[in-house]
């Protein structure tokens, strides 16, 4: 097998060149204050999103206001808002930033790299998580008997709820996400993903949820919100979520678009390392990124004439693009994994 190093330019790897580089500071993403619970105010510093985001977030670009970046015309006017949590991990804090990604942008987005659609950072709910069962069954018991929370808005709580240690706290996400005519069509709604950064790592979580309108009264057809996963009463919760440490950030695009998402690539898990490889079509191209860890990806055939192992530095990012020569029964696949001939261990912690 041919091993050959990432850092050389080859007819197949290159580096990928960041677009909206010069984004003004107005338009970077940033949380403009940081909030003490469920108080805005108080801190005048901005708290800033993670730098794992920042080529894929545009704070004028989600808002729909002038900036670096091309308008997105095809915006859809009502956004939607999701409500999430991560009851088993005691480590989020009211500086804990959360964002929801589209990884596979519809047709109709002319900023198909700016993934980030939403982000966040959580209100403080009351106190009862270092008992949220490890089996959900028993979730809606907890909630009844157990959690001590206050329903109301967002920006106001019974104070006297929230007194317990920090790492008992109940921590609710709600994000508003911003998506095209097409992602917000019902017959193909975008697929959201959700990714939290906890004392300076990304994490994610194999849950998921859908661009979907959902019905407030069952018995009433038109009653219908795109508010997700809602705190209405007691019993009620957001969507869990159980998180593990993101490992490596693969986004793919087709070089000719498929279908409405414009995409055929069946994206790994970015939370394991590859046990299957991933199939690329003739044209179209993956930007395979390491975090902190080095990665060797293994590259069939396919790809470029012989097998061979492209080692990536940290914190690196490049693309991969198929050839035209790439056929469904010789397809040019990519599978990733950890690099540990250079000090680093197999654990994914």
Known sequence: MLFLRAVLYG???????AVCTNTPEICRCALPTLR???????????LPIDAAWLHECNRCVILGISGSCAAETLWE??????????????????????????????TDVNNQHLTVRGF?????????????????????????NTARWEWESDSTYDVSRTVCASDDHIWFFNLNVHASQKETAQSSAAKLHFEISINGKIYLTRTTAFLQQQLVDNSIATSITRGLYPITERGDRPRTLDLVPKLFSVICRDQLPSDTNGHSVQ????????????????????????LDKFLAIELSSSCGG????????????????????????????????????????????
């Not at 709910?125 to 018991?141: F, L």
């Not at 390392?273 to 395979?288: E, F, N, Q, V």
Request: hydrophobic content about 35%.
């Open 306 to 349: 012989s097998s061979m192992q492209i080692y990536v530095p940290k914190h690196s990012s490049f693309k991969l693009i198929s050839p035209a020569s790439a056929t469904n029964s010789a397809i040019c696949t990519f599978s990733v994994q950890e690099h540990c001939d250079v000090g680093y261990s197999t654990s994914q912690g």
């Open 11 to 17: 007819l197949f790897l290159e580096h990928i060149l």
């Open 77 to 106: 006017v009502e956004s939607f808002r999701v409500g999430f949590w991560a009851p088993r991990n005691a480590h989020i804090s009211q500086s804990t930033v959360a964002v929801v990604k589209i990884l596979t942008p519809a």
């Open 36 to 46: 003490t619970g469920n108080v805005s105010g108080g801190i005048t510093e901005q």
């Open 267 to 290: 994206l790994p898990f970015e939370g394991v390392w590859s046990s299957s490889p991933t199939g690329i079509p003739a044209l179209s191209y993956c930007t395979i990124s390491s």
């Open 120 to 144: 966040n950072t959580p209100t403080l709910q009351g106190c009862g998580r270092k008992t949220y069962p490890a089996d959900e069954t028993g979730a809606a018991e907890w909630a009844s």
